[in-house]
């Protein structure tokens, strides 16, 4: 099924995240004018572990970095993944990966 066909809300998020895969995701990235990289994808299955696992958690940058540290090739810093995610890790990844928008307020 393609990204077309799916249930979105009104600020283009899926509505059920199991409609989701990996070529869902390409599309989206194409919509947001992302290049998916190893890196991006290894953003993508953290946050949608967290959220399907972690009681819908939805983590800040900061705990992202925590989080994926260990997984990472190099240092990893917030900012390498506003290079991946240039309108913000947490919504726009969030949205490729599939997942409900963030309520979160930016700055913390």
């Known amino acids: 099924m393609a990204l077309a066909d799916l249930e979105r809300d009104g600020h283009g998020y899926l509505v059920d995240l ?11 990235a194409e919509e947001e004018g992302v290049n998916l990289t190893e890196d991006s994808f290894k953003l993508i299955a953290f946050l949608r572990e967290e959220y ?5 958690n939805q983590p800040n940058e900061r ?6 540290k260990d997984d990472w090739e190099g240092k990893l810093t ?30 913390y």
Request: glycine share 12%; proline share 6%.
């Open 18 to 28: 199991n409609d989701w895969n990996e070529d869902i995701a390409r599309e989206f």
């Open 52 to 56: 399907v696992n972690n009681n819908a």
């Open 63 to 68: 705990n992202m970095v925590k989080g994926l």
């Open 78 to 107: 917030t900012k390498e993944l506003y290079t991946l995610f240039p309108k913000g890790p947490a919504k726009q990844a969030g949205k490729i990966a599939g997942l409900p928008e963030t309520k979160r307020k930016g700055g």
